[in-house]
C-alpha cells in the first residue's frame, strides 16, 4: 500500500463526513490567563473560576504548564469558559477550547506578584483594549536580585506604568499584604478583587459560592476575598512610596543640645542625616563621641558653604558614611544590640508568638581570634594576635561556631558582660585601625574637595565597600584599601571620576574580585594594584 | 509518598455507563485503560505524567478489584520491557513514561517489542515535553515511532478524543500485531475537562491465565532468522492491516468543506490551536464548525496515502502544521503526493517556524500568509481583532541586557578570570518581538525565575559545602544528572559543567579517569537515579574501571523531582511496596570501600569536611558519599498536621524558625550567595542611614537550621537568630521562663536608662 502502488493516478473516495458547517455567528469564550509561582495556590484560583462557570451551566477548560516549575518557578495557568448554557436552538454548546493564552485575545490577567504581571505585560498578554488585569504589587525578589552586595532590587515604577499603558483597566495593591492581615492567602484575595472588577458575568454571591463549595478555609477565605473585592471596587490603591522609616524621633533630654547645635551649625540639609547620626553614636558610644563627629564634619561643612551649594552634597554624604563608620560592626556592638528589650518584643513580633507560648531566641555567634583581639585594649589585643603558642591555641579554641541562647540566664549575662565592654572600646586594637582609617579617608575627602570636588563625593561614596563583618569586612576593606592607593593615578587621569566609580562598582559585582581584576587589566593597572597591595 | 494525592478523586474512575467524567487528563486517561479491559499497567515518573503515576498508584485498589496489576517500574526499560507479557498473550497492557527521556532509556526493550509484535493489545502513553515547561531535551516520540515502526497516536487535546484513542488503540495494536504509543502533550495531560463515561472491564483473559498455562512461540523472539520475518511482516503484514484499521475506524477525522481549494493537514494536537487560530480570523465558529477543509491526523504515524491523497485531490495547496522538528510528517506527506505526481502545492516550515512552540500566534501568522496568497479575497488580515493584530505586528525592539547579567556571568565562570571584559559586557540585542513595543516602553527591568530548591530543601546546604569547599582548595570539574540537585547550575550556586542524563552523573564523568593529575572530579547523583541505573553506570563502572573520583550521591528519600514518589530507598513505609533499603549496602555491595553516610545535610561543616577529605585523602579507589536528610517538601506534608494535632491536643510542641536582626545586617547578603533559600530575602533597610537593604527571613521558614549553619561555617556575621516557640509550654518550661525573665527584665530596664538610640 504505502511503497506497493507507484504512480497511482486514481484516488479512493478518503472522505469520511467531514462537518462541514457554516461558522455560527461568533460567541466568544472569557480567556483568563493567571501568573504565579510556583506553591502560590494559582491552581486553586484557576479550580474556583472553573467551578464558578461550570456551576451556571457554562463550559469551561483550564490547564498549566507545571513541570518543575511548582519549586518556586514561573507557573501559567489557563481558564477559559464558554457564558452560554445553551445555544439558540437549546442544544448545550461544545465549544472547542485553547490550551494556551493568545497575546492580544486575552480578557483577564491575574498576576500573583509584581515580576510576574511584568512577564504578563511583557508576553504582550495584557492588551489595551481587552484586557483586565489585576495584579499584586508585592515582591518575591529574584535571586539576581537577592544575591547583589549591594542593592540589586528593581524599579517597581516602571512596571506600574507599563501596566497602565497596558491594560484596558488595571486593578492592583498589595493582595499578599491583604492576604496575611486576614489570615488566608493571596489567592482567595485575586479572587475577591477578580469578582470586585465585575470583568466576569457572576455576581458576589456567586462567587463567595464558589469558595465554598471547595470547602478549605472558608471562613478566612471569604476575609480576604471581602478585603479584595473591596480593593478592586474602590480604585486603585494610592502609591504608598516604599516604607522608609523616619529617623525616630525619641529625642531624649540630652541629645536636644545636641540636635540645636545642628540646627545652628550645619545647614538644614543635612539635619536628618546628622541628627540620626548622632543619636547612633551616642547610642553606640556616648554622647562626647557623638560630639567627635559634628567636629570632624566641620571642615567639610566650611568647602560646602564656601562653594555656595545649598544642597552641601559632600556634607551629606560624607556625614552619612562617616556615622557609619564610626559605628563600624564589632563583638561588643552586636551583644549590646542582641540583649534589648525592644529586640525581644521585635523577634516576639516577627515570629508571631503568641502570650500563651514560650519563646527562646537563639545566637549564631562564631567570634574568631581576630575579633577578640580586636575588642581588647590594644597591648593584649597584638599580644594575643602574635604568632606562637597562646595564639594557636585560641585559633583552636575558636574554630568553631557558638549558639548562645539569649533568652536564658546565662546567654543573656554572658552579652551583658560583652556589651558592658562599651567602656574600654576606644582603647581597643579595633577602635586605633578604624579611626586611622577613617581620618586617612577624611583627609583625602578634604584635600581633593577643594580642586576636584567630584572626585572628593567619590571618594566619600567608597566608604560603601567597607562593610560587615569578619571575611565580609576584610574584603571590603581590602577593595578600599585598593582604590584609595590608586587615588594618585586616578587624580592624574582625565576620566579619573567615571573610573573610580567604575572600580567601586566592580568591586561590588563579585565576591572573588573578577569583575575588579578585569577592569583593572584593561586599563593596565593590575601593577598598581600589586603595588597597593 | 507522592506530593500530591488523587485518593480523592480516583474515585471517579469508578464511574458507570453514562455518567459525566470531569476531571484532569491524565485521570480520563486512566479511566479509558480501565474501560479498554486492560490487565496491568507501569511506568515511570516525570513530567508531564508523574501525575498520571501517583493516580495508578492512588487508584491500587479500584485496579486490584479489577485485577489490574500496577508497578512503579525501576526505570522506563523496566516499564517497556513489562509490555512482554503481551507478546504472546492475549492480554492487555499499558505502559507510561516522559518523552523523549523516557523513549531514549526505553529505547531497547521498544525496539525487541516491536520486532517480535504482540498479541494483546500494548499501549505506550508518552508525555510529550516539547516546548514550554520542557525539562529535558527538545526532541520528538515521532522519531521513535519511525524507527521501530510503532503506530503514534496524538489525538485531539479534549477528554472524548483521547479517551477514545485510548480505547482505539488496544484495537489497534491488536489488529496489527503492533505496540502503539500514544502522545499527551503537556497541556492535554494537565487539563479539566469532560466526557461520558463507560463500564470499567475486567479483563477476560488474566494475569493468572497466562502464568498457569504459559506459551511460547519461537518466531516471536529476535534471533535470526526470525528478526529478518520480522522486518518483513513489518512492512507488509502489520503496516497494511494498521492502515486498514486506521481507515475502517476513522481515527483521522475530516472537518470543513471537502471540495475547497486548499486546506490544512494537521497533527490532532495541533487541533484546538489552529481552531482557535480560525476562530479569530473568523473562519471558524465557538464549536470548531468551518468551511476551511481540515484533515486532522489523529494517528501521526504511519501516513494514510489514500486519506492523505483524498484530501488533496483538487486542491491547489495545504499546509502542513507539525510542531517540533525534523518535519517527518511533512516529507512524507510530498513524498507521497509526488510518488503518485499530484501537483498539491505543500507549505510546511516554509510558512512556520522550524522550532519552538507552536503557539496561537505562531499558527495565526502562518494561515494568515497561507490565505494571503491562496484566499486573498478572505482578507484574513482585515478580521483579525484589533489586539491580536498589534501583538502579530513584527516591530524591531531593543532589549536591553542586563548589567547583572554580565556579573552573573563572571561569577559562573571564576575560573575565566583572564576573560577579556568585552566578552562579558552587556550588549544590547535587536530582535523583532511579536510584541506591541508601545507596550514594552517605559522599559521594565524582568528577571527570569527558574525553578529552585524549596524553602528548607536538604540539597542546598550541599551545595554551600561544595561552594565553600572549592574557596579553600579550588575549582573542580564537577558533573551533574537530573533532579532537584541540578537547580545548583543555577545562581547562586553555579555549580556543574554537564549533565547527561538521569542516573549518569558519575558516568558523565568517566573519561576524567587518570594518574597525571592528584586532582578528583567531583559528581552529583540523586537517589532516583541512583535506583534508576546509577549504581550500574556511574557506582559499578567507576569500580570496576578504577576510577579515583568522587560521588556524592542525594539521598532525599524520594524520587523528588518528579513528584516524591517512593524509592527502594525511601524512608517512609509503603504498604505495596518495599522500602528502608539503604544506598550504603549497594554501593558496597558492588564494590566501593570508601563510602561516608552523613545523616544530616544541614550540618554544613561536616558536609565541607567530608567533601574536603574525599578530594584530599591519599587512599585511592572511587569514593562515594550519601548525603541524607528527607525532602523537605514530603516532610513539611507529614509533620505540619502532625504538629497541628499535637498542640491541638495540648500536647507541648516546639517550631523553630530563624529571623535576621536588621540592626546588626550589613545588607551585604553573603548569607543568600551562599543559601539561596526561598525564605531568605530582603527589605528595606530600617536603618535611616543605611541604603542597601537588609537580608530577611520570611514567614514560610521551616527552620531547617542551614542560615546558622551558614553563619557558623562561613564566618558570616551574627545577625541570625533561632526562635523556637513552644506551644503547651510545660510547668518547667515556664518556670525556668519566669526565673530568667525577672533577671532579664530588670537588666533590661537598667539598659534602657541610657539607651539613646534609635531603635
Redesign the interface.
Known sequence: ???T?????T??????A????????????ICIAILA???EGGGVLA?WI?DLA?QQGYP???????????????TIYYVEF?PQAASANGHA????????P????VDIVVASEL??M??A????L??????TLVASTNR????????????????P???I??AQ??AKRFVYGDFAVLAERNGSVISAALFGALAGTGALPFSREQFEAAIRRAGVGVDSSLKAFGAGFDLAQNGPAPQTP???????E?T?G??KAMDERIAAEFPAVAG??LK??V??L??YQS?AYAELYLKRLAPLRDIDQRRGDSNAPLLVETA?YL??WMSY?DTV??AD????????ER?NK????KA???????????P?LDEIADTLPVWLGTLLMRPGALRNALERATS??R?VR????RG?LLL?GV?ALRGTRPKSLRYQREHAEMCNWLAHIEQNAGSHYAMALEIAECQRLV??????HAR?MRNFKLIEGLLPKLLANDDGVSRIRQLREAAL????G??L???L??WNWSDATLAAH | MAERSFKKEVQKLRAKEGEVFAGEGILAVTKALLQSGVSYVAGYQGSPISHLMDVLADASDIMEELGVHFESSASEATAAATLAASVNYPLRGAITFKATAGTNVASDPLSNLSSGGVTGGALIIVGEDYGEGSSIMQERSHAFAMKSQMWLLDPRPNLPSIVRAVEKSFELSEASNTPVMLQMRIRACHMHGHFIARDNVRPAFTLADAMNKPSRDISRIVLPPASFVHEDEKINKRWPAAVEFIRREQLNEFFGDPDGADGLVIQGGMYNTVIRALQLIGLADVEGNTEVPLYVMNVAYPLIDEELRGFCQGKAAVLMIEEGQPEFIEQEVNTSLRRVDMQTRVHGKDFLPRVGDYTTTVVLKALVKFFDRYRPELAVRERLPEGVRAALAPRPLTIPVRVASAAEMASAAPSQASAPVAALAPVPVKVTAPVAMEVLDPVMDVHARPPSFCTGCPERPIFTAMKLVQREIGAHHISCDIGCHLFSILPPFNLGATTMGYGLGWAGASAFNTTETSRRTISIMGDGGFWHNGLTSGVGNAVFNKSDNVLVIIDNGYSAATGGQDILSSKAENDHRITNLPIEKAVRGVGVEWVRVITNTYGIATMRDTLREALTTKVSGPKVIIAQSECMLNKQRRVKPLMRKLAGEGKRVVRERFGVDSDTCTGDHSCIRLSGCPSLSVKDNPDPLRRDPVATVLDSCVGCGVCGEVAHAAVLCPSFYRAQIISNPTRLDKLSKRVATAVIGFLQRRLATRELSHA
Not at chain 1, 406 to 409: F, G, K, N, P, Y
Request: proline share 6%.
Open positions: 500500500m504505502h511503497n502502488m507507484p504512480n497511482q493516478t484516488f479512493t473516495e478518503a472522505r469520511y467531514g462537518e462541514s458547517a457554516k461558522p455560527a455567528p461568533q460567541v466568544r469564550p509561582m510556583g506553591g479550580d472553573v461550570e469551561a477548560q483550564s490547564t498549566s504548564v507545571p513541570g518543575v516549575a511548582q519549586r518556586t518557578g514561573t464558554l454548546p461544545a465549544p472547542v477550547l485553547s490550551l494556551m493568545v497575546p492580544g485575545d515580576m510576574e511584568g512577564r505585560v511583557q508576553r504582550g495584557v492588551s489595551p483594549g481587552e484586557t518575591v525578589y529574584s535571586m539576581t536580585e537577592k544575591s547583589a552586595m549591594g542593592d540589586g532590587r528593581v524599579d515604577a516602571p512596571f506604568a507599563a499603558k497596558a516604599a516604607a522608609r522609616p523616619a529617623v525616630v525619641r531624649q540630652l541629645l536628618t542625616v540620626a547620626a543619636r547612633r551616642a547610642d554622647l552619612r556615622a557609619l560592626e556592638r552586636v544590640l542582641k540583649i534589648r528589650a525592644t529586640r525581644f523577634v516577627e515570629v508571631k508568638a500563651d507560648q514560650v519563646l527562646h531566641i537563639n545566637e549564631y555567634f562564631h574568631r568553631k561556631g549558639v539569649t533568652t536564658s540566664l543573656f551583658y556589651a562593610k560587615g563583618y569578619g571575611d565580609t571590603g559585582k563579585d565576591e572573588e573578577v569583575q581584576a578585569t577592569l587589566q584593561g
